[in-house]
């Protein structure tokens, strides 16, 4: 069987169409619902947002107003639920 350094080894001596295929294919059997690795500049925006937001030095804007704000760029209205 195949382990991880041998297959890579060997996926690396194919083109680069092939590689990307390849990517492509891997990428395609995961669960729709599998975590993504997060990159350290990512983990260090959200560690620095989370400080501000602890700290409260920042204002929120609630949901409502930010989808409002949205819906209202883009031409649409507020879908209203079924009485």
Do not use: C, F
Request: net charge negative; aromatic share 6%; proline share 7%.
């Amino acid at each position: 069987m195949l382990n991880y350094e041998t297959l890579l080894a060997d996926a690396s001596h194919l083109p680069v169409a092939d590689r990307v295929q390849l990517i492509e294919a891997l990428w395609d059997t995961l669960p729709a619902d599998s975590p993504q690795p997060l990159t350290e500049e990512w983990l260090a925006e959200i560690r620095r947002r989370s400080a501000e937001y602890d700290s409260g030095s920042l204002t929120t804007i609630p949901w409502e107003k930010i989808r409002a704000d949205a819906l209202q760029r883009v031409g649409a209205t507020e879908p209203h639920a079924a009485d």
